[in-house]
């Protein structure tokens, strides 16, 4: 069976990734001088109870060359396959320490994919590729999958304020401004894996409508669809989301994840996110 591989900006719990067989690679952060991995050091509930109780900005790492050389080299060494599901590389130099590594190893059983995509996107990627890999798909029938999600992975984004992702540089000071008005929540979704304003709305509930109309838009027939909906320590926004999604358009439940501390530390607290594939060709 092909083994797939992402990092913990993937926002699956550790319970949820041994349940898949999916091997995490750990990202560090860093957080009023101290260095922590994510998920093991540190859970997104006492990482976002930190953060309320700093005034530091939180520092982030990408996973090095050298770090991925390690895996595939255990991989190669087995004989097993593996493919690789990255962080957007619009967002993070990992997915280049991927490529570089993998290049390093030069083994033909391990494939890198650029998800273009981030928390719960990337989470929901991944989620399906061991779901086929469990099935039995071969390593190229993975690539060509994790490709077309690539392509397909809508993110819709309802964020406090934009601060944060200002100051980490993940969004522009112009676009950053629209948020900064009183109650008016700034709405992003990712092109091309960046994250780019959409629209805005006054106050959480007409966010959280706004967000699940766009759904319709983007995807002809959201019943037959796998949603995931991640938050920044904000569980009651996510059900609101979840009812909302379902009322609106008809699916199952959506799966629920917490943001953890690599995404968190760039959105801040009380982020909710949507994540779903649209039907464009």
């Known amino acids: 069976m092909v083994k797939i591989f992402s990092e913990s900006t993937c926002d699956l719990s550790l319970e949820l990734l041994q349940e898949l067989g999916v091997g995490l690679i750990p990202m560090?952060?860093?957080?009023?001088?101290?260095e922590y991995v994510d998920r093991h050091d540190l859970s997104p509930q006492e990482f976002f109870l930190k953060l309320r109780e700093t005034k530091a900005l939180p520092t982030t790492s990408q996973v090095t060359p050298e770090a991925y050389i390690k895996v595939m080299n255990g991989i190669k060494e087995s004989g097993q396959?593996?493919?690789?599901?990255?962080?957007?590389?619009?967002?993070?130099?990992?997915?280049?320490?991927?490529?570089?590594?993998?290049?390093?190893?030069?083994?033909?059983?391990?494939r890198v994919i650029d998800t273009k995509a981030a928390s719960g996107g990337q989470g929901l990627i991944v989620h399906e590729?061991?779901?086929?890999?469990?099935?039995?798909k071969s390593l190229d029938e993975l690539e060509q999958k994790a490709l077309w999600m690539a392509e397909h992975i809508e993110h819709l984004v309802i964020v406090e304020n934009l601060e944060m992702l200002k100051r980490g540089g993940r969004i522009s000071a112009p676009a950053a401004f629209?948020?900064?008005?009183m109650n008016v929540k700034p709405l992003l979704h990712m092109v091309e894996g960046k994250l780019i304003p959409f629209g805005k709305a006054k106050g959480r509930k007409k966010a959280i409508q706004t967000v699940v109309a766009e759904v319709g838009k983007r995807c002809g027939h959201p019943e037959n669809q796998s949603f995931?909906?991640?938050?920044g320590d904000d569980p009651q926004g996510a059900q609101q989301l979840n009812e909302s999604l379902k009322s609106a358009h008809g699916v199952q439940a959506a799966r629920i994840t917490e943001l953890g501390p690599i995404i968190g530390s760039h959105t801040g607290p009380g982020v909710l996110t949507l994540f779903f594939f649209n039907d464009h060709d």
């Open 28 to 34: 560090r952060l860093t957080l009023d001088g101290v």
């Open 228 to 231: 995931f909906i991640s938050h």
């Open 129 to 136: 590729l061991a779901q086929m890999a469990r099935d039995g």
């Open 178 to 181: 629209m948020g900064g008005v």
């Open 81 to 110: 396959e593996a493919l690789f599901a990255v962080f957007s590389s619009e967002l993070s130099g990992t997915y280049q320490s991927a490529v570089i590594a993998s290049k390093e190893v030069d083994y033909p059983g391990i």
